[in-house]
């Protein structure tokens, strides 16, 4: 069992329970909320697809939320049961307890306090995002304080500071601190307003303070001297008018070596430049980004996803059909990569050649990512390990990691039918995303159908093929799902690898909703793979047996 209360948190959770006595004497002034999710698998030993046996019978991911608001206060705790953990997430995340925990004091003039554990983020994340993400595992939570004050007009400013969370290990992480301030500029300007401009200006501050480590050069007795403190900076800009919107971003990171990027001496940096266009029936997004040595966690010889201060966003689609999500990108955040990304969409009017009776949708992404054009530097004993690493060139671009080319059609073919079809090639650099593989190139073949025949039965089918001659080579998925409103769903699939293993990875579930409860029991392989979510990814291990997950909103 792996428990653990700072003294701050015990502050926090002594006014828990004082707050939660107040709401007993004043239930009108209080709202309580809260949530319980538990995701349970039973898993058999399938020997085809070289999932492991478990003691356990059964293995589960279990997460209780309570929350307690007023006008002044708010507190909250979280208790998470992962004694037993779905497969995927036995490294470091056994364990149970508490280990979310807060009190928020909001005052009327303007400005809030929180104390105990939360989640933040300055700008698109840069150098500052914590957030929970449990599909993948993900709690970056600070434990420690945060001052939010909006009493300025058009001003919002942050404040905060604390220990970051790693699984239950709170112990051996830096103490990580920031500052953020934004400003809206047309509450200060009547002609912006009349002309319905919008124009922000931010900039933000890290500093994380760490520790000495013993690292030593390989081969030799050189240690390395290692930065107590790094900093980063980051500075943005949002201008929008009317239909079009323009952004801009820039962040630096002082020295950090890590063992993501090798331990070398270099300094991070961050640019994006986004362009956006929307008008009724027709959009348009264009995005690059270029970044550097940009992996910033409080403990610098972790490796994984955790302890994580900032998050990279990844500039590829994120797919939610099953082939086409089969190799998801992870954002290269200290190797540094080029990314581009275009969406354009538009909408063909009802009663025109193209839109027929209802309309067409018309929809075109692109992807296209690449690594940093690098030369090398002098060696140490032939080790990079305390140089710079490399030298680039700011456009100087290198190999291509992903590429991403799909388009998508929603056309409405009669009042009851509704057809969505997808095309998409694909090009994926495994051996950069996880190792080794080289370069996969797949074409992507999706047709959704969804027949309504009255309010409450709903029949939608999927049809996927992906088409590669590398790894283990074609693909193809259906799916069957009923829909039987309120109550019922019930759904049955299958992922086919008809290219090198002939495995089927199937899958049926009934899903039951009443009220704020949803509950799920189905039966069926899971294939090994990667989940990711914002350009970050966890492996999961295949494996098979009877799943049940529960969900429940108060």
Same mark, same amino acid.
């Given at each position: 069992?792996?428990?653990?209360?700072?003294?701050?948190?015990?502050?926090?959770?002594?006014?828990?329970?004082?707050?939660?006595?107040?709401?007993?004497?004043?239930?009108?002034?209080?709202?309580?909320?809260?949530?319980?999710?538990?995701?349970?698998?039973?898993?058999?030993?399938?020997?085809?697809?070289?999932?492991?046996? /478990?003691?356990?019978?059964?293995?589960?991911?279990?997460?209780?939320?309570?929350?307690?608001?007023?006008?002044?206060?708010?507190?909250?705790?979280?208790?998470?049961?992962?004694?037993?953990?779905?497969?995927?997430?036995?490294?470091?995340?056994?364990?149970? @307890?508490?280990?979310?925990?807060?009190?928020? @004091?909001?005052?009327?003039?303007?400005?809030?306090?929180?104390?105990?554990?939360?989640?933040?983020?300055?700008?698109?994340?840069?150098?500052?995002?914590?957030?929970?993400?449990?599909?993948?595992?993900?709690?970056?939570?600070?434990?420690?304080?945060?001052?939010?004050?909006?009493?300025?007009?058009?001003?919002?400013?942050?404040?905060?500071?604390?220990?970051?969370?790693?699984?239950?290990?709170?112990?051996?992480?830096?103490?990580?601190?920031?500052?953020?301030?934004?400003?809206?500029?047309?509450?200060?300007?009547?002609?912006?307003?009349?002309?319905?401009?919008?124009?922000? $200006?931010?900039?933000?501050?890290?500093?994380?303070?760490?520790?000495?480590?013993?690292?030593?050069?390989?081969?030799?007795?050189?240690?390395?001297?290692?930065?107590?403190?790094?900093?980063?900076?980051?500075?943005?800009?949002?201008?929008?008018?009317?239909?079009?919107? $323009?952004? #801009?971003?820039?962040?630096?990171?002082?020295?950090?070596?890590?063992?993501?990027?090798?331990?070398?001496?270099?300094?991070?940096? #961050?640019?994006?430049?986004?362009?956006?266009?929307?008008?009724?029936?027709?959009?348009?997004?264009?995005?690059?980004?270029?970044?550097?040595?940009?992996?910033?966690?409080? *403990?610098?010889?972790?490796?994984?996803?955790?302890?994580?201060?900032?998050?990279?966003?990844?500039?590829?689609?994120?797919?939610?059909?099953?082939?086409?999500?089969?190799?998801? /990108?992870?954002?290269?955040?200290?190797?540094? &990569?080029?990314?581009? *990304?275009?969406?354009?969409?538009?909408?063909?009017?009802?009663?025109?050649?193209?839109?027929?009776?209802?309309?067409?949708?018309?929809?075109? !992404?692109?992807?296209?990512?690449?690594?940093?054009?690098?030369?090398?530097?002098?060696?140490?004993?032939?080790?990079?390990?305390?140089?710079?690493?490399?030298?680039?060139?700011?456009?100087?671009?290198?190999?291509?990691?992903?590429?991403?080319?799909?388009?998508?059609?929603?056309?409405?073919?009669?009042?009851?039918?509704?057809? !969505?079809?997808? /095309?998409?090639?694909?090009?994926? !650099?495994?051996?950069?995303?996880?190792?080794?593989?080289?370069?996969?190139?797949?074409?992507?073949?999706?047709? &959704?159908?969804?027949?309504?025949?009255?309010?409450?039965?709903?029949?939608?089918?999927?049809?996927?093929?992906?088409?590669?001659? *590398?790894?283990?080579?074609?693909?193809?998925?259906?799916?069957?799902?009923?829909?039987?409103?309120?109550?019922?769903?019930?759904?049955?699939?299958?992922?086919?690898?008809?290219?090198?293993?002939?495995?089927?990875?199937?899958?049926?579930?009934?899903?039951?909703?009443?009220?704020?409860?949803?509950?799920?029991?189905?039966?069926?392989?899971?294939?090994?793979?990667?989940?990711?979510?914002?350009?970050?990814?966890?492996?999961?291990?295949?494996?098979?047996?009877?799943?049940?997950?529960?969900?429940?909103?108060?």
């Amino acid at each position: 069992m792996k428990r653990k209360f700072e003294k701050p948190i015990a502050l926090a959770c002594a006014g828990l329970l004082a707050f939660a006595a107040n709401a007993q004497e004043n239930p009108r002034k209080v709202v309580l909320h809260g949530s319980v999710q538990s995701d349970v698998l039973i898993p058999e030993e399938d020997k085809d697809i070289n999932t492991g046996s /478990y003691d356990d019978w059964g293995l589960t991911n279990t997460y209780v939320d309570l929350n307690l608001m007023s006008k002044n206060v708010e507190a909250g705790a979280r208790l998470e049961f992962t004694e037993y953990p779905l497969p995927g997430f036995e490294n470091d995340f056994k364990g149970w @307890g508490v280990p979310h925990i807060y009190i928020k @004091g909001i005052s009327d003039f303007g400005f809030d306090v929180t104390v105990g554990d939360f989640y933040d983020q300055f700008g698109s994340g840069f150098i500052f995002r914590t957030y929970e993400e449990r599909s993948l595992g993900i709690d970056n939570a600070l434990r420690g304080a945060r001052l939010n004050v909006t009493a300025w007009k058009g001003v919002q400013f942050k404040l905060l500071g604390g220990l970051q969370r790693r699984y239950w290990d709170w112990k051996h992480g830096a103490w990580v601190g920031g500052a953020d301030l934004e400003v809206n500029l047309e509450r200060y300007s009547r002609g912006m307003q009349d002309k319905g401009i919008t124009w922000m $200006v931010g900039a933000s501050g890290v500093l994380k303070q760490e520790g000495d480590e013993d690292i030593l050069v390989p081969g030799t007795n050189y240690r390395l001297n290692l930065p107590h403190s790094v900093s980063a900076f980051d500075v943005r800009s949002r201008f929008q008018k009317g239909d079009y919107s $323009v952004m #801009a971003e820039y962040a630096w990171k002082s020295q950090d070596p890590s063992f993501d990027n090798g331990y070398i001496y270099r300094h991070g940096s #961050a640019l994006m430049l986004s362009a956006s266009y929307s008008k009724r029936g027709a959009s348009a997004l264009v995005q690059v980004k270029r970044s550097e040595d940009m992996a910033y966690r409080s *403990q610098r010889s972790m490796n994984g996803i955790s302890a994580f201060v900032n998050n990279m966003p990844a500039f590829a689609y994120q797919h939610t059909y099953a082939l086409p999500a089969l190799y998801p /990108y992870a954002t290269q955040a200290a190797d540094g &990569e080029w990314a581009f *990304q275009g969406e354009f969409g538009y909408t063909f009017k009802r009663r025109t050649p193209l839109g027929g009776k209802y309309g067409t949708k018309l929809k075109l !992404n692109v992807s296209h990512i690449r690594g940093l054009g690098k030369d090398p530097v002098a060696t140490f004993h032939g080790e990079t390990m305390g140089t710079e690493g490399y030298q680039t060139k700011f456009f100087k671009m290198g190999g291509l990691y992903y590429q991403d080319i799909n388009v998508q059609l929603e056309k409405k073919l009669t009042k009851a039918f509704k057809l !969505n079809l997808m /095309y998409m090639n694909q090009r994926y !650099n495994q051996t950069v995303i996880e190792g080794e593989g080289g370069t996969i190139k797949s074409n992507i073949g999706v047709a &959704e159908g969804k027949y309504q025949f009255n309010k409450k039965l709903t029949l939608r089918a999927e049809v996927q093929y992906l088409a590669t001659k *590398q790894d283990e080579g074609d693909w193809t998925y259906g799916l069957l799902e009923l829909s039987v409103l309120p109550y019922f769903m019930f759904t049955v699939s299958d992922m086919w690898n008809n290219g090198e293993t002939n495995l089927h990875y199937y899958m049926g579930s009934v899903t039951f909703n009443y009220k704020s409860h949803r509950l799920m029991a189905g039966y069926g392989r899971t294939r090994a793979g990667y989940n990711c979510s914002g350009g970050v990814c966890r492996f999961v291990p295949a494996s098979r047996g009877v799943q049940v997950s529960y969900n429940y909103n108060f």
